[in-house]
C-alpha cells in the first residue's frame, strides 16, 4: 500500500469514516474509494476529487479537534512545515494525501513559509472551498468585539453558505457567545424549504434579538449564488457558490476603502427597501405593545404559548390591584393600569367562552424555583411598566391559583407542565396565534427584548415547533388532573415556605 493511501486509510479510521460514508458525502462510487485505499488509483495535487477530500476530511477534523493529531501523524511521515494557520494545515492534509505530495513537500518549506509574500498576502487571496472559508471567518470574527455590527446579504434562500456545518457553527456560536448584532438581507425566490431550514438553524439567535432577517422577493434564476459579509469599516467578504454546490464555494476578501464605503451604503439602501420578519419594540408601555398583548388573547382564534414563568393574566382583578400598589402606582397611574388589565381579562374569558382554544407549556423548574424564592422574575410589561419586575410570593400563589381555576372550569384552558425546558424557550415566552401572528418576549441578563411577527413563514415555522413539542407530552384528560395535581403542590409549598395563609384569598375568572 502506498504512503498516500496509508495516509487516507488512517485518516477515515481515526475520525470512524467508512468507504460508503466518505463515497455518499462526495457524491462518488464506493468503489472509488476501494481503489484509493488500495493504491491502485491516485489522487493528484491537480485533481478536483482531492479538494472535495480534504475539505470533507478537515471539515471533520476541526469539529472534532483532531488537529494536533493530523499535524502529528504528518510529521511522522517527514511532511513538516510552519502551520501558520488553519488554511496551511489543509495545504499540508492535501500534500499528505497526494500520490504526487511527496516531491512538493521537498519545497513546502518554501512555498508556505510564513516568510515568503504568498504568505503576507494570504489575506487577500481567494479562499477556495468551505473550509478555507469556514477558517477565515472563524479568524475574523474571533477578532472582533464583543457587540459588534455584522451585515450579511445572501442573493437568494437557496445559497448553502450559512446552512453548511463548519459555517452555520461558527457563526451560531460567535453570535451567541460574543453578542454580535446581525442583519441579514435574503432575496427570496419560491424555497420555502430553503428558507424554512435557515430559520431552524439559526432560531435561538432569532429569538434571542440578536438576528434581524429581511427578505425582498425577486424571481431570477442565479447563475451563482453569492453571500456577501460587512464587518464594519475594516471588511467586505464576498462568497460565490454554484446552484448544486457541486463545486466548492470561492470566497474573496477586499480591504479597499472606497468599495467597502459603496458595500455599506448600498446595504443600507436594500436593508431599507425590503421587508423585516421580525419588528423588535422596545420595552415601554406604548400603545401598540398593549394592543399586540390584547390582540393575542381577546382577539378570537386559539393561542399557544410556551413561558418559562408564569401568566399575569391569570391573577384575578383584585390580585392585579394589589400587585400594581405594590409596585408603588397611585392615582391616575394606577387606575389606567387596572383598567387595561381589566380590558384584557374580559378579552380572555369572553374568548374562552367560545370555542376558542388556549393551550400553555410551564416549565417544572422554574415553578419550583418559584416556590422555593417566593418571587417569580417576568417582562414588566405586564405591568405596564418597562424593563424586568419581580412578583413577591402573594402575586406568585394568585397566578398559580388562577391557573388551578381555570384548568377546573374551563375546558378550552389546557396546561402542559414540562420536565425538561427546551434550551430555545429558557429566558422567554412564545405567543402564537395560530396561523396569524407570533409575539417572542424575554430577557437577556436584565434586557428586556419583544419581538414581534405576522409573517407566515415565521409563524408556520414556530408553529410546527411549538406542536411537535405538545405532541411529544400526548395530552389528555389524564394530562390535565396531572397539571393541576403539581400546580395544587406549587401553591402549597409557597404558601409553606413563605408563610401565606392556607387560601390566598384571590379568584380568578
Known amino acids: ?83 501558520a494557520s ?53 479568524e475574523v470574527l474571533a477578532l472582533l468585539p464583543d457587540n459588534s455590527k455584522i451585515d450579511i446579504h445572501m442573493s437568494n434562500e437557496d445559497a448553502g453558505l450559512l446552512l453548511h456545518e463548519s459555517i452555520s457553527r461558527i457563526l451560531f456560536d460567535s453570535i451567541l457567545e460574543k453578542r454580535f448584532q446581525v442583519r441579514l438581507i435574503l432575496s427570496l425566490t419560491s424555497n420555502t424549504m430553503a428558507m424554512s431550514h435557515l430559520l431552524s438553524h439559526y432560531l435561538q439567535a432569532i429569538v434571542e434579538g440578536l438576528l434581524t432577517i429581511s427578505v425582498a422577493h425577486s424571481m431570477t434564476q442565479a447563475i451563482t449564488h453569492q453571500s456577501t459579509f460587512v464587518f464594519g469599516d475594516e471588511l467586505v467578504f464576498i462568497v460565490n457558490e454554484t446552484p448544486k454546490n457541486i463545486a466548492p464555494p470561492i470566497g474573496m476578501t477586499v480591504h479597499e476603502e472606497s468599495f467597502i464605503e459603496e458595500a455599506k451604503k448600498s446595504f443600507e439602501r436594500a436593508f431599507n427597501f425590503s421587508q423585516v420578519l421580525f419588528r423588535r419594540y422596545n420595552d415601554d408601555y406604548s400603545r401598540n405593545i398593549l394592543e399586540i398583548l390584547h390582540q393575542e388573547y381577546g382577539a378570537p382564534g386559539n393561542l399557544d404559548v ?138 437577556i441578563d436584565e434586557e428586556h427584548i419583544i419581538l414581534h411577527s405576522n409573517q407566515l413563514m415565521l409563524t408556520h415555522e414556530f408553529q410546527m415547533i411549538y406542536n411537535e413539542m405538545w405532541n411529544r407530552e400526548n395530552y389528555s384528560e389524564g394530562q390535565r388532573k396531572k397539571s393541576i395535581s403539581i400546580l395544587q403542590d406549587i401553591a402549597e409549598q409557597l404558601k409553606k415556605n413563605h408563610n401565606l395563609p392556607q387560601r390566598g384569598g384571590y379568584k380568578s375568572g
Open 1 to 83: 500500500m502506498s504512503k498516500p493511501a496509508t495516509s487516507l486509510k488512517k485518516t477515515m479510521e481515526h475520525l470512524d469514516i467508512s468507504n460508503i460514508a466518505l463515497a455518499k458525502a462526495l457524491n462518488i462510487d464506493p468503489s472509488l474509494i476501494s481503489r484509493w485505499l488500495t493504491g491502485k488509483r491516485q489522487i493528484k495535487l491537480s485533481s478536483e476529487a482531492l479538494n472535495k477530500v480534504s475539505d470533507y476530511l478537515m471539515d471533520k477534523i476541526q469539529s472534532m479537534n483532531y488537529s494536533d493529531w493530523l499535524k502529528r501523524q504528518m510529521e511522522l511521515d517527514g511532511l513538516v512545515f510552519d502551520y
Open 86 to 138: 488553519s488554511g496551511d494545515l489543509l495545504k499540508g492534509l492535501k500534500i499528505w494525501l497526494a500520490s504526487d505530495g511527496h516531491d512538493v513537500s521537498k519545497t513546502v518549506d518554501i512555498i508556505y513559509s510564513t516568510g515568503t509574500s504568498a504568505a503576507a498576502d494570504s489575506e487577500n487571496r481567494v479562499k477556495t472551498g468551505f473550509v478555507e472559508i469556514s477558517v477565515f471567518l472563524n
Open 306 to 443: 410556551i413561558k418559562d414563568n408564569i401568566n399575569p393574566l391569570c391573577m384575578s382583578l383584585e390580585a392585579y390591584d394589589r400587585a400594581l400598589k405594590s409596585f408603588g402606582h397611585k392615582g391616575e397611574q394606577f387606575k389606567w393600569r387596572s383598567a387595561e388589565f381589566e380590558r384584557f381579562k374580559i378579552g380572555m374569558n369572553d374568548n374562552l367562552n367560545t370555542d376558542t382554544v388556549f393551550r400553555e407549556m410551564l416549565s417544572i423548574k422554574r415553578l419550583k424555583q418559584i416556590a422555593e424564592e417566593g418571587t417569580c422574575k417576568m417582562p414588566a410589561l405586564y405591568f405596564m411598566n418597562a424593563g424586568i419586575t419581580y412578583l413577591d410570593a402573594p402575586g406568585c400563589l394568585a397566578i398559580i391559583e388562577g391557573y388551578i381555576e381555570y384548568l377546573k372550569g374551563v375546558p378550552n384552558f389546557h396546561v402542559v407542565i414540562l420536565d425538561d425546558m427546551p434550551i430555545i424557550n429558557e429566558n422567554c415566552c412564545w405567543h402564537l396565534k395560530q396561523n396569524r401572528e407570533i409575539t417572542l418576549n424575554g430577557w
